[in-house]
């Protein structure tokens, strides 16, 4: 009898192409990647941006989900994501902007939605957050990132404040 072994899933292996599209996406040259490790709250990856040869004090934080099938709703103009409370919790109270990357395996997309501004602008969802366990989102299927994730770099310079089930904008 021979020594068992983990099996592999279908989950990790899309989860870790997920990642692989994410890493490759963002360009080198405006976005500095990094890989969390340690506890498990919610920040998959997160990018320092790059300007004029300098690594800035700005940058998003992200949680990838991979999917094979992502389901699309509301006509097809959005898709269907859930998540859990504690994560978008701890998301919309940090300062940076925090990026929900959802990624379809093949053809290759990613689509992007930013937590603090959704959250700001769908009136009594906060609330939500309190007594679930998970929340849906709706991800805008013309959310997607096509140029090498420039098309980020305005939102990255944004700065967040949470107070009192209020977001907002701090410049």
């Known amino acids: 009898m021979s020594i068992q ?15 692989a599209a994410v890493h490759k996406l963002f360009d080198a040259e405006y976005w500095e ?6 506890q498990d709250v ?10 004029n040869d300098e690594v800035t004090p700005y940058g998003i934080d992200c949680q990838v989900k991979g999917r094979t099938n992502p389901m699309l709703v509301e006509n097809g103009t959005s898709i269907s994501v859930s998540l859990k409370t504690g ?6 109270k940090r ?3 925090f990026l929900l990357l959802l990624v379809q395996i093949e053809p290759e997309t990613i689509y992007y939605l930013e937590l603090h501004e959704y959250f ?5 969802l906060i609330k939500k957050l309190k007594g ?4 849906t989102l709706r991800i805008p299927t013309g959310n997607v990132i096509r140029d090498n994730g420039r098309e ?4 990255a310079k944004r700065q967040f404040k949470y107070s009192k089930d209020v977001i907002t904008i701090v410049d």
């Open 87 to 92: 994560t978008v919790g701890y998301a919309i």
């Open 33 to 38: 990647y990094h890989e969390a490790t340690g």
């Open 42 to 51: 919610g920040i998959d990856c997160y990018f320092d941006l790059v300007e």
């Open 132 to 135: 679930q366990t998970t929340i």
């Open 5 to 19: 072994l983990p099996k592999d899933t279908k989950s990790r292996v899309t989860g870790a192409k997920a990642r």
């Open 95 to 97: 300062p940076r902007p």
């Open 152 to 155: 980020l770099i305005h939102l």
């Open 120 to 124: 700001s602008t769908h009136e009594g």
